[in-house]
């Protein structure tokens, strides 16, 4: 299987892999925080939006959203879940806006998919750049020290007559710039199993390192991962919710 599978060949089946995360609560506790601390405008882009279950709630909250992804057939289920919305193939590594929004968003650990912390920095100022003053960017991160690479999340789920198994886990070497995102999907269909296995390369940064970055640019709250009530971070728990407010110039 091609390291990016499953966001091309395989991704009819990604809102399987996905059925069991809580987007309604995420985007709720993004749109609180946007109206808490962000400037509370309503135009915003989902970063790395894949088949868009973000900005489907956005829409629902009255915002005017766009989509950015690097792959056309994760743009194509995003503009079906979503055709009011407007969506963009780019690499969220540089990318540009003809008009600046008031939220940016960049769910499911995406920000990693930046390849290096040269190219996250990039990222970060194409955000900063594409933001109105006090604007938000809001995004959840894995810190690398805290990577247990024998832990996986799993969950399986029927479609017709298939039955689907998932499995996702980090993997860090304890050294370097680079981390990986190990996946594997297992489709058992009249006793047939057929087995997709995929490793994307991805950046490996700790807190701290995330926390310099963004500093230069941004008011930076760092959030607990929990989408039932905000929270501050404990300092101590490998995931966190960044929201990031863009000081004015
Ligand atoms: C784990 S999915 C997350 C999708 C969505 N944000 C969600 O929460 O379900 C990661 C997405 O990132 C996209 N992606 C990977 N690298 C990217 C890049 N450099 N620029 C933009 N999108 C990228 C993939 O195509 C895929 O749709």
């Known amino acids: 299987m ?29 749109h609180r925080l946007q109206q808490l601390l962000g400037n509370g405008g309503k135009n915003h882009l989902d970063l790395a939006c894949g088949s868009a279950p973000h900005i489907r709630h956005f829409i629902d909250y009255g915002y005017q959203c766009s989509g950015l992804d690097i792959n056309q057939p994760m743009l194509d289920l ?3 879940r979503c055709p009011q919305a407007h969506f963009m193939l780019q ?10 929004v008031d939220l940016i968003t960049c769910f499911l650990y995406s920000i990693h998919y930046n390849q290096s912390i040269a190219t996250l920095a990039q990222c970060i100022t194409s955000a900063h750049a594409a933001l109105t003053p006090g604007g938000m960017l ?7 020290v805290t990577i247990c690479n024998n832990s996986r999340v799993r969950h399986s789920t029927m479609l017709h007559d298939s039955h689907f198994q998932f499995e996702s886990g980090w993997h ?37 390192q995330l926390q310099a970055l963004l500093l230069p640019y941004f008011d930076v709250h760092i959030l607990a991962h929990n989408y039932d009530s905000i929270a501050p971070w404990d300092q101590k728990a490998g995931n966190a919710l960044f929201a990031c407010i863009k000081r004015a110039d």
């Open 138 to 144: 809001c995004f959840n991160a894995v810190d690398k």
């Open 172 to 208: 860090y070497s304890g050294d370097g710039e680079q981390q990986s995102l190990k996946l594997q999907i297992i489709k058992t269909s009249a006793g047939q199993r057929q087995l997709w296995q995929d490793e994307h390369a991805m950046v490996a940064i700790s807190f701290a």
């Open 2 to 30: 091609s390291s990016n599978a499953l966001y091309t060949d395989l991704s009819t089946y990604y809102d399987l892999m996905c059925c069991d995360i809580n987007y309604p609560a995420q985007s709720n506790t993004v």
């Open 78 to 80: 995003a503009k079906a």
């Open 91 to 100: 690499n969220m590594c540089s990318f540009t806006l003809d008009k600046p």
